[in-house]
């Protein structure tokens, strides 16, 4: 698997608010968990989910910082430029682990503080 590519994918998912294509990438039974908030348990709990947060902005866009691979075990150190609503511009910081089980992501952990994105 070409890494960066998947990745790249993935950022693109999302930055296309194209939430049913994002929750593909995990298992049936997959746990995503954004920030400080709690686990979200299954793909379809997770479209739910993430639709719901591409409602409170206008856009964002992803980008690849680095990658770091050890055996079932991918991390995304990237950076994340949102839109919001009211046409604000917010450069964002974060990182992604994903703990792979045949081929998808059973575990989704977003490191963040989107503290900026929402402050007044």
């Not at 998912?13 to 593909?24: L, M, Q, R």
């Not at 682990?97 to 952990?109: A, Q, T």
Request: with cysteine.
């Amino acid at each position: 698997m070409d890494t960066k590519a998947w990745l790249e994918k993935i950022g693109q998912t999302i930055d296309a608010k194209d939430s049913a294509g994002f929750a593909s990438y995990l298992t049936e039974d997959g746990i995503f968990r954004f920030g400080n908030q709690p686990d979200v348990v299954g793909r379809q709990a997770t479209a739910d989910y993430v639709a719901a947060f591409f409602g409170m902005i206008k856009s964002s866009k992803h980008e690849i910082v680095n990658i770091i691979e050890d055996k079932n075990v991918i991390v995304w150190e990237g950076k994340v430029t949102y839109t919001r609503l009211d046409e604000r511009i917010v450069h964002v910081n974060f990182c992604n682990v994903f703990y792979m089980k045949n081929g998808l992501i059973g575990r989704y952990l977003i490191y963040i503080d989107n503290t900026p994105l929402f402050a007044e």
